[in-house]
T-cell receptor, first 111, second 116 residues
């Protein structure tokens, strides 16, 4: 079935460092791709999305580009802040608003 | 911004019991989806309700059932609880279904269910 794979393990980095979280997907068609963020004690929030190949989603300094040739949607931010500490989930949907999520990556930014 | 509320916040049950979780969708939203998030995992789609009718179901057994009410609030019911049902249960609401994935979903903070 349709699925998303995120890189293993938490990510710990210093403030102002460059962040990359890898995400690849498997789908029978052309999914929409999403990044969601989950702050402690809060609900999942949509961070950004892309609905077709070569689209770039961006929000709050985060970016991700829909790469059909590599079936990837890696999340990047050029300079992280302590407030970016959260769990980040990559997800896909096949046009029916039913999200398939990856396992998530805990990001810890150290001052 | 979300406006999606869930109750209760936490719940402890024992194996074999039944549980009902509740979700109030954001004002104007007529579509509610439920997800199960086990510890250390991403959320998994359980089912979706649109205008009081089930509109799609994930790979969950029939002991997971739901309802949506005329005011579009929703319930998730789980019968014959098992230890593996321990998880954070999330609901998400949005307005309508048309427009593919352009509709933004708003998630509630979840209900933490522990089955002993």
């Amino acid at each position: 079935g349709d699925s998303v794979t995120q890189m293993e393990g938490p990510v710990t980095l210093s403030e102002e460092a460059f962040l990359t979280i890898n995400c690849t997907y498997t789908a029978t068609g052309y999914p929409s791709l999403f990044w969601y963020v989950q702050y402690p004690g809060e609900g999942l929030q949509l961070l950004l999305k892309a609905t077709k190949a070569d689209d770039k989603g961006s929000n709050k300094g985060f970016e991700a580009t829909y790469r059909k040739e590599t079936t990837s949607f890696h999340l990047e931010k050029g300079s992280v802040q302590v407030s970016d500490s959260a769990v980040y989930f990559c997800a896909l949907s096949m046009g029916n608003n039913r999200l398939a999520f990856g396992k998530g990556n805990q990001v810890v930014v150290i001052p | 911004e979300t406006g999606v509320t869930q109750s209760p916040t936490h719940l402890i049950k024992t194996r074999g019991q039944q549980v009902t979780l509740r979700c109030s969708s954001q004002s104007g939203h007529n579509t509610v989806s439920w997800y199960q998030q086990a510890l250390g995992q991403g959320p998994q789609f359980i089912f979706q309700y649109y205008r009081e009718e089930e509109n799609g179901r994930g790979n969950f057994p029939p002991r997971f059932s739901g309802l949506q009410f005329p005011n579009y609030s929703s319930e998730l019911n789980v019968n014959a609880l098992e230890l593996d049902d321990s998880a954070l249960y999330l609901c998400a609401s949005m307005s309508g279904l048309a427009g593919g994935d352009d509709r933004k979903q708003f998630f509630g903070p979840g209900t933490r269910l522990t089955v002993l």
